[in-house]
């Protein structure tokens, strides 16, 4: 059974930077692509940002050039590493791999505030 743990949320200043990880467990990881999306209070949940096996990245045009998503096949862990964060950036961040139908982790708080 695949399970996916977020982890790296928390409360950051406008400008600040967290790094989201997100912890697969289950069958092969590698071969599968992966994503973070992320749903904001009275918003629909929206796609950040993917990344293929073959490491090929696809970004919201909100995010491109400060959000940067990676993956270590050896621990089974996909990244997002989140630079100038923005108010607007504020959301419960979820792991999505694409496999089936699709399996999501529980997600994880960001909250942007001054």
């Known amino acids: 059974q695949v399970q996916l743990v977020e982890s790296g949320g928390g409360l950051v200043q406008p400008g600040g930077s967290l790094r989201l990880s997100c912890a697969a467990s289950?069958?092969?990881?590698?071969?599968?692509?992966m994503g973070w999306f992320r749903q904001a209070p009275g918003k629909q949940r929206e796609l950040v940002a993917t990344?293929?096996?073959?490491?090929?990245?696809n970004y919201a045009d909100s995010v491109k050039g400060r959000f940067t998503i990676s993956r270590d096949n050896a621990k089974n862990t996909v990244y997002l590493q989140m630079n100038n964060l923005k108010l607007e950036d504020t959301a419960v961040y979820y792991c999505?791999?694409?496999?089936?139908?699709?399996?999501w982790g529980q997600g994880t708080q960001v909250t942007v505030s001054s």
């Open positions: 999505k791999r694409f496999e089936g139908l699709g399996y």
């Open positions: 990344i293929t096996s073959g490491r090929g990245t």
């Open positions: 289950g069958s092969v990881f590698s071969i599968y692509a």
